[in-house]
C-alpha cells in the first residue's frame, strides 16, 4: 500500500446562482508513527494492542505540491483511538506518548490535522461501512474489486469539526489481494466528500 500525503480541499458545492459557498474543510496530511522503542509481538499479533510510545511522527509530502504541513498539528489514529498534537520541525513531529499499534505491522500511519483541532472517533453505521467498503473495491487498485478482500476490515471513523457527522475515515485489513488470496494486511484513509467517501493515496 502506497501512502502518499495528500492535502484535501473538501469544499460543499453551492447552491446554484444562490449563496456564497461554504468553507472548505482544512487540509489533511499522512503521517507515519516511528516510536523510539517497539517490542516484537509474540502472540495473538492480529489484534490491535496500543501501547503508549515517545517517538516522532514523519509527515509526508503532498504529491499534488499543495502546501506542506507546518506549525501545530492534531495527530490521529482512528482505530487506536489515539490523539496527540505537536509542532511539526522540517516535517517531523516529536511526541512524547502515542497510543501505538504494538502487535500489527503496516499499522502506523497516522492522520495528521492542521492547528489544535478536537476530533471525535466514532463508530460507523452500517450504512457508512457499506459506503467506506464500495469506495475502497470502486478505487484501491490493490484490492482488485474482490469482495473478499474486504470479508475482515476494521473501521473507524473521525469527525474534526464537531457536527456530529464523519469527515474521514481509516481501515486495517486486506490491501493487497492477489492470485486468489489477501497477500499483505494494512491501512487505507478516506475522506468525505458530500455524501461520497474517496480514497486518500
Not at 523510539?36 to 510510545?53: D, G, H, I, S
Not at 478536537?118 to 464500495?134: C, F, N, Q, Y
Not at 474489486?145 to 474521514?168: F, M, N, S
Request: aromatic share 6%.
Amino acid at each position: 500500500m502506497r501512502f502518499v500525503g495528500v492535502c484535501l480541499g473538501l469544499a460543499i458545492a453551492a447552491t446554484a446562482g444562490a449563496a456564497p459557498k461554504s468553507p472548505a474543510h482544512p487540509p489533511v496530511w499522512i503521517g507515519v508513527f516511528l516510536p523510539n522503542m517497539k517490542t516484537p509481538c509474540k502472540a495473538k499479533c492480529e489484534t490491535l494492542v496500543a501501547t503508549q510510545r515517545a517517538g516522532f511522527v514523519r509527515v509526508l509530502t503532498p504529491s499534488d505540491g499543495s502546501p506542506v504541513a507546518s506549525g501545530k498539528v492534531t495527530i490521529v489514529h482512528p482505530l487506536a483511538k489515539s490523539v496527540t498534537t505537536g509542532h511539526v520541525v522540517n516535517g517531523v513531529v516529536p511526541v512524547v506518548g502515542f497510543g501505538h499499534d504494538e502487535n500489527r505491522d503496516n499499522d502506523d500511519s497516522v492522520l495528521v490535522l492542521p492547528g489544535a483541532i478536537e476530533p471525535a472517533i466514532m463508530v460507523p453505521s452500517k450504512a457508512e461501512v457499506l459506503a467506506i467498503r464500495k469506495a475502497l473495491l470502486a478505487q484501491s487498485e490493490e484490492l482488485a474489486k474482490v469482495r473478499r478482500a474486504l470479508d475482515h476490515v476494521e473501521i473507524a471513523l473521525v469527525d474534526t469539526d464537531g457536527d456530529g457527522k464523519p469527515d474521514y475515515a481509516a481501515t486495517f485489513g486486506c490491501n493487497n489481494w492477489a492470485d486468489g488470496s489477501c497477500q499483505s494486511r494494512g491501512q487505507f484513509f478516506l475522506a468525505k466528500r458530500g455524501v461520497r467517501w474517496v480514497v486518500i493515496d
